[in-house]
Each structure stands twice: as structure tokens, then as C-alpha cells.
């Protein structure tokens, strides 16, 4: 027969003698579970230890940092103002883009931009933070959206440069001024109730309310084709600016212009006035295009285009 290893382990007690005896394989056998027990608490108490060493760390980081959230909160405050500016620009494109007769970009289109989107990772630098309300993950995300909306915006500007340059004659016909430089809009393009009947009926144009003298300006260039008077507008200019457009003061107090002139944008044709079927002092003002009444807020720059 094969021998076996043993150990025999023997103790004395007061009552009595006892022992028992191990084989070699359930010694290596028990030996392993000593072990493995022995690592499992190891293991444990080092991922304890270094989630306590880092949360330490990061409370530390975070207090330290907190230096950092008044730069973040002055970059937002900045964000929010290239925004504000970005808008005006947006409405600008808009306006010379009606102004040059080429399409207006799609607004699926500007809302997205142009260029791809940056991956940021975003948790593990928030972190870093100290609970308050800012996130560096929003701040990049909005500096990447107005990055892809400026790239639009200067591709937009080149498309219209473009076609300005080439359109000169045409872009000195298109209606692109206010007709006055004072008084408010007290009734805009679309429809409205009568003041006289008070039924619901489409204003073609829009009135500006402005006092008696107040000067009116030719807002392109063009031939004036009739001063009229009737019992509905009362004293009213029709200007021909070719390309198809066509503008109408109404209810002038004086007309300075004959049939036949050859008049510049910006040149003074008239006067405010409250003639033809009128409740107070104001200029009538229409926007035609290929016989088609159009809305002169869409023909409408900031100052003057000579």
C-alpha cells in the first residue's frame, strides 16, 4: 500500500486527551481557504481605503476649485451675451438675405449649424466641481453650439455677399429702409378690425403713427408712376422701383413729388399726414412685389442704405 502523509494534532485537557488528524490533501485543501478568505479581506479593506483616500481627495479638489466657479460663472455670463449678439446677427442675415432676393436659411437648418458635434465627457470633470449650480459640461456644450451657429452664420454672410456684389442695380431697387424716421407701428400687416366698421378685414400694409409734417422717404430707388388723391388713402404716392417692386405711401399731408421723377432711396417725397378716411395722423405704407402685397416689416434695415 501507498503511504500517506498525516499530521496529527494532539491537546491535553483537564478532563480528557483529544486528537484528530488532517491528510496532506485536506490540509493543502484548508490552507487554500485560509488564503482566499485572507485575500478577500485584504481586497476589501484596500477598495475601502481608496474610496475613502479618494472621496478625501475629491473634497479637497472640489474646496480648492471653488476658486474656479467664479471664472465659470463670468464665461456663462459671457456665453449668454455672444448669444444675445448672435440673434441680432441671425435677424440681420435674415433681412439682407430678403434684401438680396435669396432664400432664407432653414430654421432646422440654423438650429443645428455647421460641423460636427465635440464628445465631451462630462462627469468626470463635473465632479471636480463643488455642488453648486454650474456644470462644465453645459459650458462646453453651449460653446460648441454657438462655435457650429458662427460657422453658419460667416458661410451665410459670403452666400450674401456674393449675391449682393453681383445684384447691385437690383439691391438699389428693393425696398430695404423705413419710410419714416420716428413715430410707431399702430397697426401691422395682416388682419385687424376696421376702425371705422369694426369688421374683421386684411390690412395690406402698416400704419405709422407719427405727427402731421413728419418727413416720408422713398425707401429705393425708382420712378414715381402717380400722385392720386382718394377718399380712402387721400393723398398717396406710387412708386415703380422695377424688378418687380412697387412701394404706396398714403394719407400725405403734402406730396414733393411729380409723375415721371426719378427719385433715390432715401430722398424726401412727402409729408405725414391725416387725409383720405383716417382717425389720426399717420403713413400708410405698402410693400408690392409682382403685384403682391408683401409684409414691409420684411423690407426693414437698421438706418439708412444709400
Known amino acids: 500500500m501507498k ?11 483537564v478532563k480528557s486527551s483529544k486528537s484528530f488528524s488532517l491528510s496532506q490533501g485536506k490540509l493543502i485543501g484548508l490552507t487554500l481557504v485560509v488564503v482566499l478568505v485572507f485575500a478577500g479581506i485584504t481586497t476589501i479593506a484596500i477598495n475601502a481605503f481608496s474610496n475613502s483616500f479618494y472621496a478625501a481627495k475629491l473634497l479637497r479638489l472640489q474646496k480648492n476649485n471653488s476658486k474656479l466657479v467664479g471664472t465659470i460663472y463670468d464665461m456663462q455670463n459671457r456665453i ?13 442675415d435674415r433681412a439682407l438675405r430678403t434684401y438680396a432676393d435669396i432664400p432664407l436659411i ?12 465635440y464628445n465631451f465627457q462630462s462627469d468626470e470633470l463635473d465632479n471636480l466641481l463643488p455642488k453648486e449650480d454650474v456644470e462644465l459640461s453645459s459650458l462646453a456644450n453651449d460653446l460648441d453650439r454657438l ?8 458661410i451665410s454672410y459670403e452666400e ?9 442695380p437690383q439691391i ?3 425696398p430695404s429702409i423705413r419710410p419714416v424716421n420716428t413715430g410707431y407701428i399702430s397697426d401691422g400687416y395682416g388682419y385687424r378690425k376696421d376702425p371705422f366698421t369694426g369688421m374683421k378685414r386684411f390690412h395690406y400694409g402698416i400704419d405709422i403713427s407719427a405727427p402731421t409734417g413728419t418727413p ?5 430707388d425708382g420712378v ?9 388713402f387721400g393723398r398717396i404716392i406710387k412708386i415703380d422701383h422695377g424688378y418687380g417692386y412697387s412701394t404706396y405711401y398714403a394719407h400725405l399731408s403734402k406730396m414733393l413729388v411729380k409723375p415721371g421723377e426719378v427719385v433715390k432711396r432715401g430722398q424726401k417725397i412727402a409729408e405725414v399726414g391725416c387725409t383720405g378716411r383716417s382717425t389720426a395722423s399717420h403713413l400708410h405704407y405698402e410693400v408690392r412685389q409682382n403685384g403682391i402685397n408683401k409684409n414691409p416689416l420684411d423690407y426693414y434695415f437698421t438706418g439708412y442704405i444709400r
Request: no cysteine.
Open 80 to 92: 449668454k451675451q455672444m448669444e444675445s449678439e448672435l440673434h441680432v446677427l441671425t435677424e440681420k
Open 216 to 220: 416720408v422717404y422713398a425707401t429705393a
Open 106 to 117: 432653414d430654421k432646422d437648418v440654423r438650429k443645428l449649424g455647421i460641423g460636427g458635434r
Open 224 to 232: 414715381v408712376r402717380s400722385t392720386n388723391f382718394s377718399r380712402t
Open 172 to 174: 438699389r431697387s428693393t
Open 160 to 168: 450674401i455677399y456674393n449675391a449682393i456684389k453681383h445684384r447691385s
Open 147 to 154: 462655435t457650429r451657429e458662427i460657422k453658419l452664420e460667416r
Open 3 to 13: 503511504k500517506q502523509s498525516k499530521i496529527v494534532l494532539i491537546w491535553n485537557s
